[in-house]
């Protein structure tokens, strides 16, 4: 590959979000590079509107896996470039960035034409009985400490809908409890206030002591930094359950749609920017009855302005 300073790359975007993304893409574009006919400098032209978007817009984690999969990339070219030039420039920047995934991920190519827009694939969200499984299971922990580590991380998932990383980056100062229920504050990249589902405070207010504000809310012992935090405590947890972080969060999401939850407070306890990001969820919500469906557009009431 020919060297063309793409380590002096420097983005027409916004520096502080440069400041979050630009670690990411940089040791993509690097990793790809060698794999790829194109030079850095085109490939990071490719990349950093692509993880933009999948971290700003679409509330994407800045994984590997998550921003450069084929799907991520489809939805990218179908709903993100809205005013990106022509048919051809687009075309270029999507082949662009199936190389980059051929190259990190060994990821097949991708079918000549796009899938429609959503073919994004939202880990599924779990059913009732999946969440009484998992509710089971945390209680069944041979230990205190593993109960309320249990029961917690399930709360911070299902009734803040968390993703992994927040959850192992909150501290027992984050949550506060008063008579109108339990709030988490979330601060890193998407920072915001999200209001914990009535059914899931009990763990959480549990957890509240004035005295260990900087204590990790779950695994309190643990050193941080630590990416694969949960799955190590699910893996040597008491019986054996298929736990996911984002399959926590969609259940979460999921459940507020089919609740009616105003969009707006939604997208600002999700972290989220646009309501597209919510789009890709909208297959699983089930349809409401006629009933509720009649009285929810009869009896919408806005404060006046």
Same mark, same amino acid.
């Given at each position: 590959?020919?060297?063309?300073?793409? %380590?002096?790359?420097?983005?027409?975007?916004?520096?502080?979000?440069?400041?979050? &993304?630009?670690?990411?893409?940089?040791?993509?574009?690097?990793?790809?590079?060698?794999?790829?006919?194109?030079?850095?400098?085109? #490939?990071?032209?490719? +990349? =950093?509107? #692509? =993880?933009?978007?999948?971290?700003? =817009?679409?509330?994407?984690?800045?994984?590997?896996?998550?921003?450069?999969?084929?799907?991520?990339?489809?939805?990218?070219?179908?709903?993100? #470039?809205?005013?990106?030039? %022509?048919?051809?420039?687009?075309?270029?920047?999507?082949?662009?960035?199936?190389?980059?995934?051929? +190259?990190?991920?060994?990821?097949?190519?991708?079918?000549?034409?796009?899938?429609?827009?959503?073919?994004?694939?939202?880990?599924?969200?779990? =059913?009732?009985?999946?969440?009484?499984?998992?509710?089971?299971?945390? &209680?069944?922990?041979?230990?205190?400490?593993?109960?309320?580590?249990?029961?917690?991380? #399930?709360?911070?998932?299902?009734?803040?809908?968390?993703?992994?990383?927040? &959850?192992?980056?909150?501290?027992?100062?984050?949550?506060?409890?008063?008579?109108?229920?339990?709030?988490?504050?979330?601060?890193?990249?998407?920072?915001?206030?999200?209001?914990?589902?009535?059914?899931?405070?009990?763990?959480?207010?549990?957890?509240?002591?004035?005295?260990?504000?900087?204590?990790?809310?779950?695994?309190?012992?643990?050193?941080?930094?630590?990416?694969?935090?949960?799955?190590?405590?699910?893996?040597?947890?008491?019986?054996?359950?298929?736990?996911?972080?984002?399959?926590?969060?969609?259940?979460?999401?999921?459940?507020?749609?089919?609740?009616?939850?105003?969009?707006?407070?939604?997208?600002?306890?999700?972290?989220?920017?646009?309501?597209?990001?919510?789009?890709?969820?909208?297959?699983?919500?089930?349809?409401?009855?006629?009933?509720?469906?009649?009285?929810?557009?009869?009896?919408?009431?806005?404060?006046?302005?």
């Amino acid at each position: 590959m020919k060297e063309d300073g793409g %380590s002096a790359y420097l983005p027409q975007i916004d520096a502080r979000y440069w400041t979050h &993304i630009g670690n990411f893409v940089r040791a993509a574009v690097v990793d790809a590079a060698p794999s790829t006919a194109y030079s850095e400098r085109e #490939l990071y032209a490719a +990349a =950093t509107p #692509l =993880t933009l978007w999948a971290w700003q =817009t679409a509330a994407m984690p800045l994984e590997r896996d998550v921003i450069f999969a084929i799907s991520t990339i489809e939805r990218f070219i179908g709903v993100g #470039l809205t005013n990106y030039g %022509s048919k051809a420039s687009r075309n270029t920047l999507r082949s662009r960035l199936l190389r980059i995934s051929e +190259a990190l991920l060994d990821a097949p190519l991708a079918p000549p034409v796009l899938r429609p827009l959503g073919g994004s694939d939202p880990s599924p969200p779990y =059913t009732a009985r999946d969440v009484v499984t998992l509710k089971s299971w945390a &209680i069944a922990q041979t230990t205190h400490e593993r109960r309320s580590n249990a029961e917690a991380l #399930l709360a911070l998932g299902l009734g803040a809908g968390l993703s992994g990383r927040e &959850i192992v980056n909150l501290r027992i100062g984050d949550i506060n409890a008063d008579d109108h229920g339990v709030l988490i504050r979330v601060r890193g990249e998407r920072s915001r206030v999200v209001p914990v589902l009535r059914e899931w405070e009990r763990a959480l207010a549990a957890r509240v002591d004035p005295g260990q504000t900087e204590t990790w809310a779950f695994r309190e012992q643990h050193a941080g930094a630590n990416r694969n935090l949960i799955t190590d405590f699910v893996s040597r947890a008491e019986g054996k359950i298929r736990l996911q972080a984002r399959r926590m969060h969609a259940t979460w999401v999921v459940q507020h749609l089919e609740a009616g939850t105003p969009l707006i407070p939604l997208m600002r306890a999700a972290g989220l920017q646009s309501p597209e990001a919510l789009d890709r969820f909208f297959k699983f919500v089930r349809e409401p009855d006629s009933g509720y469906y009649r009285n929810a557009l009869r009896d919408a009431v806005a404060t006046p302005r």
